[in-house]
């Protein structure tokens, strides 16, 4: 017997089709990019990320270039949670073994930035890459609100990296997962307050890449 979402499910389509999230043209209900965007991200590749400070390895899905940057922007800033997802597949699909070893750990959005977005970016990919590799989820880490990464010059991004703390027991050996791996000053925060609080491995997995 049809359900009443079966039976609206046309018409809503109707009213607002689905739209590619890499370039805005129709797209199919299931997936949210389109066959020329999901080519074009398929095509940038993932690429091995040099290891921030206290990093042993570090992996990015793809360069935070063309339709890579857009569903990131898409996800952070046009508040589409549910890119998240796409996101996590790409990286499942692309990482290394040898990074995909551990409990991962998200890595955690300013309160203040998690407040006006709704949600942290970095914690829904990691919730759907463990749903996807069968990881343990560890969430132990926290951060201060400070300046916001977007905008600043590397240089002052390295010389005043966020504060991250550790909370409760951090795994042995810790997945950092983040969306966009720019100048690493983030990645090195987390990693030094895991180690210091007893993690042996940081690996860290990413999205993006800024070259």
């Known amino acids: 017997m049809p359900t009443l979402r079966s039976l609206l499910d046309p018409a809503l389509s109707l009213l607002a089709p689905p739209l590619c999230v890499g370039c805005g043209a129709l797209s199919t209900p299931e997936a949210l990019l389109c066959g020329p965007c999901n080519r074009s991200l398929e095509r940038l590749g993932p690429v091995r990320v040099p290891p921030p400070r206290g990093v042993d390895l570090a992996w990015a899905a793809a360069a ?35 990074a995909l070893g551990g409990s991962l750990v998200a890595v955690p959005a300013a309160p203040a930035r998690r407040r006006r977005r709704g949600f942290d970016p970095a914690a829904a990919i990691a919730a759907e890459l463990a749903a996807r590799c069968g990881l343990p989820l560890a969430s132990c880490l926290r951060r201060a609100d400070g300046p916001r990464q977007v905008g600043r010059s590397r240089a002052d991004r390295l ?53």
Request: proline share 6%; aromatic share 4%.
């Open 64 to 98: 935070h270039e063309g339709v890579a940057q857009r569903v990131v922007v898409a996800m952070k800033f046009g508040g589409l949670a549910s890119v998240a997802g796409l996101l996590a597949a790409r990286m499942a699909e692309t990482a290394p073994l040898e």
């Open 159 to 211: 010389a005043r990296p966020p504060r991250v703390t550790v909370s409760g027991r951090p795994p042995e050996q810790a997945v950092l997962v983040d969306d966009v791996v720019t100048t690493g000053a983030t990645l090195a925060a987390c990693a030094a307050a895991l180690r210091a609080a007893g993690s042996h491995r940081v690996v860290a997995l990413a999205f993006a890449w800024t070259r």
